[in-house]
């Protein structure tokens, strides 16, 4: 069964800091990896989709990599905003179904 | 071009009572899916539509939880009877195919709450 870890769970940076978050999965054999955002009391929305076959995918301050051998992905967030402030979930593709980790919560200061 | 929708956005029942959630997928989309997501955690997948077609239920708990998927488009999510322990946040996603390599868009989900 695919286990999906993120470390920190909680992470609180300055404004204008870059973030680092880290994603690592147990079984390499995934289709794709997809980043997403979450507000308390909302849904997901999706950041980011890295297809397996590739080794990063860039949005604006946003970049994804993905490591797919050593089982990990990082989601890089530039100069960071306090709207910025979130829980990030990132998700694996195998067997057709997402597989999340519990996220990271992050607080950007002002 | 409007985003998953869901209804309702909060429920708030007492134990033994059924519920229902309804959600309606992107347009065009064939895969649907409902997921639970507790407090603290990432959700976890309850079950998979190929259109009208549930291809993968192996998380449902059947005892308690159905759902349908008429004509392929709207989807309903059924508990009855809930239990204090069914209390979450019940997400709905969809994406145009199920071939595992297209992106999965997330309604806003319904936060149940069973006293």
């Known amino acids: 069964k695919q286990e999906v870890t993120q470390i920190p769970a909680a992470l609180s940076v300055p404004e204008g800091e870059n973030l680092v978050l880290n994603c690592s999965f147990t079984?390499?054999?995934?289709?794709?990896l997809q980043w997403f955002r979450q507000d308390p009391g909302k849904g997901l929305t999706s950041l980011l989709l890295i297809q397996s076959s590739q080794r990063e995918q860039t949005s604006g301050r946003l970049n994804a990599s993905l490591d797919k051998s050593s089982g990990r992905s990082t989601l890089y967030i530039a100069a960071s905003q306090p709207g910025d402030s979130a829980t990030y979930l990132c998700a694996v593709v195998d067997d057709y179904k997402l597989s999340f980790g519990a996220g990271t919560t992050v607080t950007v200061r002002a | 071009e409007a985003g998953v929708v869901q209804s309702p956005r909060y429920k708030i029942i007492e134990k033994k009572q059924p519920v229902a959630f309804w959600c309606n997928p992107i347009?065009?989309?064939?895969?649907l899916y409902w997921y639970l997501q507790n407090l603290g955690q990432g959700p976890e997948l309850l079950i998979r539509y190929e259109n009208e077609e549930a291809v993968d239920d192996s998380q449902l708990p059947k005892d308690r939880f159905s759902a349908e998927r008429l004509k392929g488009v709207d989807s309903t999510l059924k508990i009855q009877p809930a239990e204090l322990g069914d209390s979450a946040v019940y997400l709905c996603?969809?994406?145009?195919?199920?071939?595992?390599?297209?992106?999965?868009?997330f309604g806003p989900g319904t936060r149940l709450t069973v006293l």
């Open positions: 996603a969809s994406s145009l195919e199920g071939r595992g390599m297209d992106e999965q868009f």
């Open positions: 347009s065009g989309h064939n895969t």
């Open positions: 079984d390499s054999a995934i289709y794709n």
